[in-house]
């Protein structure tokens, strides 16, 4: 079965500044997709960022990129410039390839992100 | 496409009382998961359907919840009954092959009083 962990419950940031997100997980397949969502107060779920395991080119998405380690089987989050509004929940997810196998997704217990005025 | 729909947004009930909750996909999507959100357990998959059909609900918690899709732009989660435990957020998703990613609804607030 696979598995999502997202070790930092907790994390600020000041604005303006940078920080990284960390999630491992664990899988058998060998072609499958890692994503991050953004939980807002407002709870609804967004999309931030999309890799799929067979690219070894890091996704990047404006401000936020990920370091992919397909190796290590970890996913982290960067991101840059942090604004005010990416005060939220992130949650790291994995799903198997949906061309192969069914494709039901996985999430990470989340963590916290508050951006410091 | 207006994206996933839930409903209703919030829903305060009493214990026993039979609960529905209402999702219809994004139009083309053939994949629909419901997961329940809590601040103590997270975000549980509580049951995933593709091409209308039930493929794991291993985590549907007991018996009391149930699941159907009748067709692909409708599902339903019922609760029945409701236990003050079950209060939390319950989201809806869908997804297609093509997309990859899963397109969340606005979920729906139970609170079980």
């Known amino acids: 079965a696979q598995t999502v962990t997202q070790s930092q419950p907790e994390m600020s940031v000041q604005e303006a500044e940078t920080v990284t997100l960390s999630c491992t997980y664990d899988?058998?397949?060998?072609?499958?997709?890692l994503f991050w969502y953004k939980q807002p107060p407002s709870r609804q779920m967004i999309l931030v960022i999309r890799?799929?395991?067979?690219?070894?080119q890091n996704a990047t998405e404006n401000r936020f990129s990920v370091n992919f380690q397909k190796a290590a089987k970890s996913f982290s989050l960067k991101i840059s410039d942090s604004q005010l509004g990416d005060t939220a929940m992130y949650f790291c997810a994995f799903m198997k390839d949906p061309k192969t196998s069914y494709d039901k997704v996985i999430f990470g217990p989340g963590t916290s992100l508050s951006v410091i005025p | 496409d207006a994206g996933v729909i839930q409903s209703p947004r919030h829903e305060v009930t009493e214990m026993g009382q039979e609960v529905t909750l209402r999702c219809k996909p994004i139009?083309?999507?053939?994949?629909l998961f419901w997961y329940r959100q809590t601040m103590m357990r997270g975000l549980e998959l509580l049951i995933y359907?593709?091409?209308?059909?039930?493929?794991?609900d291993s985590g549907m918690p007991e018996d009391r919840f149930s699941a159907k899709m009748p067709n692909a732009s409708f599902s339903t989660l019922k609760i029945q009954p409701s236990e003050p435990r079950d209060s939390a957020v319950y989201f809806c998703?869908?997804?297609?092959?093509?997309?990859?990613?899963?397109?969340f609804g606005q979920g729906t607030r139970l609170t079980v009083v």
């Open positions: 890799q799929e395991a067979y690219k070894q």
């Open positions: 359907f593709n091409n209308n059909v039930p493929i794991d």
């Open positions: 998703a869908s997804s297609s092959a093509l997309n990859t990613e899963a397109f």
């Open positions: 899988t058998s397949e060998s072609n499958y997709y």
């Open positions: 139009s083309g999507h053939n994949s």
